[in-house]
């Protein structure tokens, strides 16, 4: 059983950074692409970030290009999504979901972790 458990989340003022971490267990480096969704109160869940099985392509939604930076420790089993210019509208529950098919697609994902909260405000 694949278990994800996001962290790092946590309220910063607009223009802030913040960095998340998914870690996995029950499962090694290059098994799975990894993907971060998020989902604002009243909104259906959207893909903002993947990353493939061995981390050498990515891919962002075009809200985040520019700010945001996926990657992946294999020794950690842990991958990231570095935030940066944090905007209010980035304001959602972040969850990390890992899938054999590399996808902004939340459909395509087989796991899921619990999520965490960020929260931009002043």
């Known amino acids: 059983q694949v278990q994800l458990v996001e962290s790092g989340g946590g309220l910063v003022q607009p223009g802030g950074s913040l960095r998340l971490s998914c870690a996995g267990s029950e499962f090694t480096s290059g098994d799975y692409a990894i993907g971060w969704f998020r989902q604002a109160p009243g909104k259906e869940r959207e893909g903002v970030s993947c990353?493939?099985?061995?981390?050498?392509?990515?891919r962002y939604v075009d809200s985040v290009k520019g700010r945001f930076t996926i990657s992946r420790d294999g020794a950690k089993n842990t991958v990231y999504l570095q935030m940066n210019s944090l905007k209010s509208e980035d304001t959602a529950v972040y969850y990390c979901a890992a899938s054999s098919v590399y996808s902004l697609n939340p459909n395509f994902m087989a796991y899921w972790g619990q999520g965490t909260q960020v929260t931009v405000s002043s």
């Open positions: 990353i493939s099985r061995s981390g050498s392509i990515t």
